[in-house]
């Protein structure tokens, strides 16, 4: 059985205008609601074994924010390979470097963390930014992952849902 987390990015900054998209940082609400995740996970005893994250700037900063939170101690994955990527991109991304993790985390973007969920889940749920998904998946290896394994949606996390 191995656990997959899947946390959309946290609020982003649109505020200068001269910025490309893989560069814009995380906006107020994305720097408190970033750690407001990475606190959920480490009290639901869920820090992650690895984290695998875009490198949208937006995206690493929440990676970031969040391990700093949950106590998560090892380095973060980061791979251009998630950036505005699909669920295949992440399946692969997960069979390349999950390895002998059981619990793993993907940041990246929407649509494609919204079709992963659904992909993996068999139902579609609203992942707005910094909503974290929780998958369990009957498989003993990341190396097994493919489009047709279907797991079991344990729980959505919706900041906007949460209690501060």
Same mark, same amino acid.
Do not use: C
């Given at each position: 059985?191995?656990?997959?987390?899947? +946390? #959309?990015?946290?609020? %982003?900054?649109? &505020?200068?205008? !001269?910025?490309?998209?893989?560069? $814009?940082?995380?906006?107020? #609400? /994305?720097?408190?609601?970033?750690?407001?995740? @990475?606190?959920?996970?480490?009290?639901?005893?869920? !820090?992650?074994?690895?984290?695998? %994250?875009?490198? *949208?700037?937006?995206?690493?900063? !929440? *990676?970031?924010?969040?391990?700093? *939170?949950?106590?998560?101690?090892?380095?973060?994955?980061? !791979?251009?390979?998630?950036?505005?990527?699909?669920?295949?991109?992440? +399946?692969?991304?997960? #069979?390349?470097?999950?390895? &002998?993790?059981?619990?793993?985390?993907?940041? @990246?973007?929407?649509?494609?963390?919204?079709?992963?969920?659904?992909?993996?889940?068999?139902?579609?749920?609203?992942?707005?930014?910094?909503?974290?998904?929780?998958?369990?998946?009957?498989? &003993?290896?990341? $190396?097994?992952?493919?489009?047709?394994?279907? /797991?079991?949606?344990?729980?959505?996390?919706?900041?906007?849902?949460?209690?501060?």
């Amino acid at each position: 059985m191995k656990t997959l987390l899947i +946390l #959309r990015h946290a609020k %982003s900054s649109w &505020s200068n205008a !001269t910025l490309g998209d893989h560069d $814009r940082p995380l906006n107020e #609400r /994305g720097k408190a609601d970033a750690p407001r995740m @990475g606190k959920l996970l480490k009290q639901e005893g869920l !820090t992650p074994d690895l984290i695998i %994250s875009s490198s *949208a700037e937006r995206a690493l900063a !929440t *990676a970031e924010a969040v391990a700093l *939170a949950s106590d998560y101690d090892a380095e973060i994955q980061v !791979t251009r390979q998630l950036y505005l990527a699909d669920p295949e991109d992440y +399946l692969e991304a997960l #069979r390349e470097r999950g390895g &002998s993790h059981n619990r793993v985390m993907v940041v @990246g973007h929407n649509p494609g963390i919204e079709e992963l969920v659904a992909q993996l889940a068999q139902q579609f749920e609203t992942m707005s930014t910094a909503t974290l998904a929780q998958i369990d998946l009957s498989i &003993s290896n990341w $190396r097994e992952l493919d489009d047709e394994i279907v /797991g079991t949606l344990v729980n959505v996390w919706r900041p906007k849902e949460m209690n501060s």
